[in-house]
């Protein structure tokens, strides 16, 4: 076992997808995120997304998309396999395997799920629970042509440095809402899949204090 992927199970040990989740910080600016309404966020669709950690001979690295530019919503941005639960999921995570298998071909008995994140509010109407899979070395991932046109990888090490995020500010109905964003090689990583990431981060970081 990698030292690596110690350390992340530990962090991610305890928390589960029962009871009360955890909510993503918005962070909106003069602390406006405390004056939303919890009967805002229970109207939000609920959905789930795999945070596929690849278990590669050189290391760990996290699985990632870049949608299709035929869809009708958030076209070519990059994301994490998953999507709106559905009446047959019996929970987040087998809402999140299925939607990996479907978009990337993943099979889900190789998704073994150490952990969730925090619930993350998007601004298309979804609650999003993060479910943290580690995927064995599977020899070949197919992106769903239909939803996905690439997949990549990106190192975990390279996820977990908190220098490596940046805040930024989209106007959006003559609002500034707040987001981040990370680069790797050509890859632009940001919105809610970068603050997911983030999330990660900062949750391995307060476990090691």
């Known amino acids: 076992m990698f030292p690596l992927e110690r350390r992340l199970r530990a962090a991610l040990a305890g928390t589960s997808e029962a009871g009360r989740r955890p909510v993503?910080?918005?962070?909106?600016p003069m602390k406006l995120d405390k004056l939303i309404p919890p009967l805002l966020f229970k109207s939000l669709r609920p959905a789930a997304v795999l945070v596929p950690v690849m278990k590669?001979?050189?290391?760990?690295?996290?699985?990632?998309?870049?949608?299709?530019?035929?869809?009708?919503?958030?076209?070519?941005?990059?994301?994490?396999?998953?999507?709106?639960?559905?009446?047959?999921?019996?929970?987040a995570a087998a809402a999140a395997k299925r939607?990996?298998?479907?978009?990337?071909?993943?099979?889900?008995?190789?998704?073994?799920?150490?952990?969730?994140?925090?619930?993350?509010?998007?601004?298309?109407?979804?609650?999003?629970?993060p479910v943290v899979g580690l995927v064995e070395d599977v020899p070949e991932v197919k992106p769903c042509a239909r939803e996905?046109?690439?997949?990549?990888?990106?190192?975990l090490p390279f996820l977990l440095e908190p220098r490596n995020y940046e805040r930024k500010l989209l106007s959006r109905d003559g609002f500034n809402v707040p987001f981040f964003e990370l680069n790797y090689q050509s890859w632009r990583i940001?919105?809610?899949?970068a603050g997911m990431l983030r999330n990660l981060s900062q949750i391995v970081a307060r476990h090691e204090g």
């Open 24 to 28: 993503t910080p918005i962070e909106l």
């Open 56 to 91: 590669r001979p050189d290391g760990l690295r996290v699985l990632l998309t870049r949608r299709s530019e035929s869809l009708r919503s958030h076209k070519g941005q990059i994301s994490f396999p998953g999507g709106g639960r559905e009446e047959a999921d019996e929970s």
């Open 99 to 129: 939607e990996a298998q479907e978009e990337t071909g993943i099979p889900p008995e190789a998704v073994e799920v150490i952990g969730y994140l925090d619930d993350y509010p998007t601004i298309s109407k979804y609650m999003v629970t």
């Open 148 to 155: 996905v046109a690439q997949i990549f990888e990106v190192p």
């Open 190 to 193: 940001w919105g809610a899949t």
